[in-house]
């Protein structure tokens, strides 16, 4: 079983950053990849960002790409998402997500969420 707590959501003004950390429990962080995602109020939740555990190669959406990035820390059980030039339109409750790639499609665990803000 794995646990997944999100942190460092808040109020930002737009053009402003912030940093997400997605801290996992267990000892086994390093075979999971680790995504991002977030929902906006009446929206359906949508994917972000994705570090993969081979080799940490990453993915992002459209909407983020060249403004976020994703990152981990084996050793720390720590996946984070580094938001710069943040838009009004990036406010979403922000989750994180673990997929072992073992059975059934699809992830496996989620985190609580952490809420984003973004002001004009």
């Known amino acids: 079983q794995v646990q997944l707590v999100e942190s460092g959501g808040g109020l930002v003004q737009a053009g402003g950053s912030l940093r997400l950390s997605c801290a996992a429990s267990?000892?086994?962080?390093?075979?999971?990849?680790m995504a991002w995602f977030r929902q906006a109020p009446g929206k359906e939740r949508k994917f972000v960002a994705i570090i993969r555990r081979s080799g940490g190669s990453t993915s992002y959406a459209d909407s983020v790409k060249g403004r976020f990035t994703i990152s981990r820390d084996n050793a720390k059980n720590t996946v984070y998402l580094q938001m710069n030039s943040l838009k009004t339109e990036d406010t979403a409750v922000y989750y994180c997500?673990?997929?072992?790639?073992?059975?059934?499609?699809?992830?496996?665990?989620w985190g609580q969420g952490t809420q984003v803000t973004v002001s004009s």
């Open positions: 267990g000892r086994t962080f390093s075979s999971y990849d």
């Open positions: 997500a673990a997929d072992s790639q073992v059975g059934a499609p699809g992830y496996d665990y």
